[in-house]
């Protein structure tokens, strides 16, 4: 696997530094306003804060490691002085942090044998995203405390929320799905930070990459692939649900949902390994469609999906499949 030493950080000196350091603290700045809206309870705070991520990676993917560290601290100092304590935590454990930590990684280079820049692997990089999510929940689990643990205080809460935004008015129903989704929450609320945190990268570079401004070139999604270490994660968390299954409520809940997360990069990979499978048929468009249809309406079609990533490793369906479809017309000429 690919260690990488260095992330290619621009001239620091003189105008140049002072140009960067001012986009730095504008992406942290515009990180926090974005974020203004949830901490103060405006309904539509949600929707700007989805964003939030957007400004700083603008930022670092186009000035570098030292932008994003610049701009994720003004975001906090920010935050902390509108806001106060504990939005400013919530703030750098689920908007900075992973910021930080995804261009940390996406920014690093190795100098290749023939003195080629080799990028850090996306799949590694994504893969660290999962293990963070990971940490939050082993941390949010060992802190809670009371009847019930971590289990006891999700289906608390989200009885709270149903009864004062009045769903579900009988306690009954209220009850039951309550205990049908609150076993996949801690999974679920993961599953849209990664995707928010994956637009706005994706997003970011994008604009970068068409204003001729980004560092990094843009990787191949369909080639991505999980590092070793993320298959023996997924497996401990397997191991921790059988444990948990006759001994503790809590251990299985949070194994339950570890395997998830830690399952995240294969679905991506199964994503990458079915475009490049549908590229070999006559309408890919018609397919590709027909598939999203299948993913987003059948409840274990992204099981299947992060199956088929997980065992990519040995199947290598994108290597065999990779090669264009060969030319029908011209196989009837031949004839």
Not at 219 to 244: N, R
């Amino acid at each position: 696997m690919i260690r990488a030493d260095s992330a290619r950080l621009p001239d620091w000196g003189g105008v140049h530094m002072q140009k960067e350091l001012i986009v730095a603290i504008g992406g942290g700045l515009a990180s926090a306003l974005l974020c203004f809206g949830v901490f103060t309870g405006a309904g539509s705070g949600m929707l700007f804060a989805y964003l939030a991520p957007l400004p700083i990676f603008l930022a670092g993917l186009s000035s570098g490691f030292r932008s994003v560290t610049i701009g994720v601290l003004t975001g906090m100092v920010v935050i902390a002085a509108i806001s106060g304590l504990v939005p400013v935590i919530k703030y750098a454990a689920l908007i900075a942090a992973p910021t930080w930590l995804a261009c940390r990684y996406i920014l690093m280079t190795q100098t290749g044998k023939n003195g080629s820049t080799i990028w850090y692997p996306i799949g590694d990089a994504l893969s660290r995203l999962c293990a963070y999510g990971g940490l939050l929940l082993i941390l949010a689990a060992l802190w809670v405390s009371g009847e019930g643990g971590l289990v006891g205080v999700i289906q608390e809460n989200m009885d709270k929320a149903f009864t004062a935004q009045n769903i579900f008015k009988p306690a009954a129903e209220r009850r039951e799905l309550i205990e049908l989704v609150s076993p996949y929450i801690p999974a679920t609320i993961f599953m849209t930070w990664l995707l928010m945190i994956t637009i706005n990268l994706t997003l970011a570079q994008t604009i970068l990459v068409k204003s001729g401004k980004n560092l990094r070139p843009t990787p191949t999604y369909s080639a991505l692939y999980a590092p070793e270490w993320l298959y023996w994660a997924f497996v401990g968390a397997g191991v921790l649900v059988l444990i948990g299954a006759g001994s503790s409520e809590t251990i299985e809940y949070v194994g339950r949902n570890l395997a998830l997360i830690f399952a995240a990069p294969f679905f991506f990979i199964g994503l990458g390994t079915v475009h490049v499978l549908v590229r070999q048929t006559k309408r890919p468009g018609t397919m590709l469609a027909a598939f999203y249809v299948f993913i987003i309406t059948v409840d274990w079609a992204s099981a299947v999906v992060a199956g088929i990533g997980f065992f990519e490793q040995w199947v290598e369906l994108r290597t065999r499949y990779s090669a264009p479809p060969p030319d029908e017309n011209k196989d009837e000429e031949e004839e």
